[in-house]
């Protein structure tokens, strides 16, 4: 669909162009075509009016870094990320000097297991099945990020750190 674009697509026809583009992104991640990705996420980041339309392409060249097996770039870009989407984690940065969080310690995932169960208690059984579908775009995008998080600390065997990001993804929904 992108060569049937015209010269000015961006500003003719600018949500087709930006579907077309996330899904080319999309599929050439999955066909692991890592220099074409490059390409059409440049044209994203370069022509996208705002952050939000920009998360797709940045989730894909996060996601593009974990396969790379750049992945300590790829955390540090999912964390800048996350705070500017307003999810910022806490503590942070969490991957600098190693990779093994050292920083979320067993007192720190009980305080968020705490915290979370506090929000938790206020609300109904029924109040909880009743609410809403999330369609915030930028807590869905915050949501994707912490779910690639999620399973790159179970990939490098950090298993018990899940809760805190488990915790972190309750409190976003809420």
Known sequence: ???????????????????????????????????HIEILIQQLLRYAKCFEDKCDAISISITLLF??????EGVTATLSTLASLGEELNPS??????????????????QQLSKTDAKLAELSNEALLSYPEMV???????????????ELLAFIGEFAK???????????SL
């Open 67 to 72: 396969f790379s097996g750049k992945v300590l």
């Open 93 to 110: 940065p969490w991957w600098v000097p190693q990779l093994v969080i050292d920083l979320i310690s067993p007192s720190i995932i009980k």
């Open 1 to 35: 669909g992108i060569s049937y674009l015209r010269k000015g697509h961006w500003e003719e026809q600018y949500d087709l162009s930006l579907e077309l583009f996330n899904l080319a992104a999309k599929c050439a991640l999955m066909n692991a075509e890592y220099a």
């Open 162 to 172: 899940l809760p805190f990001i488990a915790t972190k993804m309750i409190q976003i």
């Open 136 to 150: 915030e775009h930028s807590k869905i995008m915050a949501m994707e990020l912490m779910c690639n998080l999620s």
